[in-house]
């Protein structure tokens, strides 16, 4: 069974160009959450959904980013304009709806803006 | 504010030995708690969890105690074997909060064959 898969594994972009990350989800799961990992403030979710639908996009840093789930088996996150100080790792993670809470990672996505 | 703590960064320990990674927290609502193992380029693995109605949880080599009154938890690794090698994440929710995880700062641990 797949897990979670992550598109591109690696991206390298300009500052101010608009960059969008891909995931699909474990089938059969809920929840879909997005998160970012930096040396300085570790791993944090940005917005998780629920049914297709967001939830909670608290930690979505600025206006710059936005994350879509258009049907259960994809999801984006955009940045746009991108900046060097969003240079991380992305990470996508999928939950099933039973009443465990585990999450499942994918790969993730290094994101490297110069 | 750091609602869940890792205090080592990093630990060493010899092949076949006990690991014990530690974990504070300081939200009372917390309720759930977990620990995932990351190698280099992959993202977090899933290990083992514990319900705050649970003092212990365990699964083959890998035991999770959880102390409420002290807002503590720890993972022991038994016996400890050099593929362990990883960093350990703990992370924990209030089941109340839909899912959200909070995840600690991260420990490297190193087994030494």
């Known amino acids: 069974d797949a897990g979670v898969i992550q598109s591109p594994r690696h991206e390298v972009t300009e500052m101010g160009q608009e960059v969008t990350l891909r995931c699909k989800p474990i089938?059969?799961?809920?929840?879909l959450f997005w998160y970012r990992q930096t040396m300085m403030r570790g791993l944090e979710l940005l917005i998780y959904?629920?049914?297709?639908?967001?939830?909670?996009d608290s930690g979505m840093p600025e206006d710059r980013f936005s994350a879509k789930m258009p049907n259960a088996s994809f999801s984006t996150l955009k940045i746009q304009p991108s900046e060097p100080r969003d240079s991380a790792v992305y990470f996508c993670?999928?939950?099933?709806?039973?009443?465990?809470?585990?999450?499942?990672f994918g790969p993730g996505t290094r994101l490297t803006v110069t | 504010d750091q609602q869940v703590k890792q205090n080592s960064p990093s630990l060493s320990v010899q092949e076949g030995r006990i690991s014990i990674l530690n974990c504070d927290y300081t939200?009372?609502?917390?309720?759930?708690f977990l620990w995932y193992k990351k190698y280099p380029a992959e993202g977090p693995t899933f290990l083992i969890s514990?319900?705050?109605?649970?003092d212990k949880n365990e699964d083959g080599r890998f035991t999770v105690f959880l102390n409420k009154s002290a807002k503590h938890l720890s993972l022991h690794i038994v016996p400890s074997q050099p593929g362990d090698s990883a960093v350990y994440f703990c992370?924990?929710?209030?089941?109340?909060?839909?899912?959200?995880?909070?995840f600690g700062s991260g420990t490297q641990l190193t087994v030494l064959p």
């Open positions: 959904f629920n049914n297709n639908v967001p939830i909670d």
């Open positions: 089938s059969g799961h809920d929840y």
């Open positions: 514990i319900s705050s109605i649970k």
């Open positions: 939200n009372s609502m917390f309720d759930y």
């Open positions: 992370a924990a929710m209030a089941s109340g909060s839909a899912r959200q995880l909070t």
């Open positions: 993670a999928s939950s099933p709806r039973q009443e465990t809470y585990e999450q499942y």
